[in-house]
């Protein structure tokens, strides 16, 4: 576990100094007053040029501080809040790889065009834990390591730190907490994880924060008709369930938000198998699910204004003699009639029910995320979530918040056209197109069951999993959306 606090330079115990410096700066320009030139073991010739990703590391003499790290962060104008966010995240690695328990970062010299201050420390926070992150719980033969980075200490210039930089610093660790948690959900593999068990972690982390959580089991589920959860599920011997997460919010007139995420525990592909190779991966189709549920967890301990309520139909799709079949028809939710091309579409069967049953909600904004579809990956690598909608200020308004926190969307269309590939000899519509366009017509699909209200539809199957591990996204789960869809409450 890392700490993250804001201290005053009188209060520093880390022994470890990172101070940050633009090009063109002096090593002379960027020493604070509590670290004097005379002190440092420093071969002249050494110069510290501010370019991206330089380091020095500088012995210091006489001081609590026994040394300092000089990271440069390049041309000023090009620094961003994410590249500086990457920048602390491989600092931090970096120093718990060298076994330091603590570190202080001297953020206050780091202005970012367009950026309070507050944001600069908040992202500073937020990398730490997300940069640090492992998923343990099955490693037994693992040497136990001692040293952790356990405390990171980032420095304020004033005494009683400005109330902003307190908020943002909480506010970005809390996201983080949330983030941490999502990706546990997501890392746990299958046989660890059925529905039942990812409403058991989720009922568990809304005790603890007071959140009412409702679950509708196969029971209630049977009784209300919700024939794509239900037929989903048929295959599996682990029962279906739609989790129900309702945050109050205390507002003047308060928006109705609801966040809905595919809960696939494990996606085989159903009777429609898929082959070994995409199937491995499966265990990751609840990122949404996941995503959603600490969005909501997180709008609560944050106090957000508004109502905000999370559904998360939960299934595992498996192939056998009772399970949905190609060919079948299935009366969803809503009354309206699907007929099965391929059971391995069937994230969007499971949303549909969960975005019809939010018609209950009279929400204001719904949002969707989903590991939909496996052309998202076609389109835009896993640089960037696919995002569609009815509402263009909702989307843009995604769109610039994603750009701003690092979790990058791009808008696919949704014309009416599309709509003529889904349909169906049969019943009022197929579950696939045969027509390519595979994430815009799962979309399309979806957009056939909303209630009436602004809906964005946003698609992470290609960036809910890291394949190589970024800066501060390990291998695994990546936790994407969470950051996002706060960031979007919050700002509503
Ligand atoms: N869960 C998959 C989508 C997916 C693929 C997520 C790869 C993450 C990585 C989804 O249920 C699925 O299988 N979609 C099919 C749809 C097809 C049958 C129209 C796909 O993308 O191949
Ligand atoms: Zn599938
Ligand atoms: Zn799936």
Redesign the pocket.
Known sequence: MTTTVLVHKSEITAETLVLFGFKGASLQSLLPDYVAKSQLCIDESIVFKGEQNERKMIVVRNNKIKRVLVIGLGSKSDVSLISFKNVCAEIYKLIQKENYQSVALHCSSVTIKGSAIEEVYAVAAECAPLALYSFRRFKTLEEKKTKYLSRIELIVAEKGSKRLIVEAVQRASLIANSIVHARDLINEPANYLTPKDFVKRIQQRAREVKLTVDVLDEKELKQKKMGGILAVASGSVNKPALLVLKHKGSGKNKKTVCLVG?G?CF?S?GLSLKPAKSMMS?KY?MAGGAACAEAVIAAHRLNVKHDVIGLVPLVE?APDGKAYRPGDVLTMYSGSTVEVFNT????RLILADALSYAKKYNPDIVCDL???TGAAKICLGDKAAAIMGNDQQLINTLIAIGEKKGERLWQLPLWDEYLDDLKSDIADCKNISLKGAGTITAGKFLSQFIPKAKWAHIDI?AVAWEEEGKAYTPKGGSGFGVCLLVSYLLSL
């Open positions: 595919k696939v996606d592909g499966m189709d799709n391995d579409a069937e994230g989903a590991t939909l199957a």
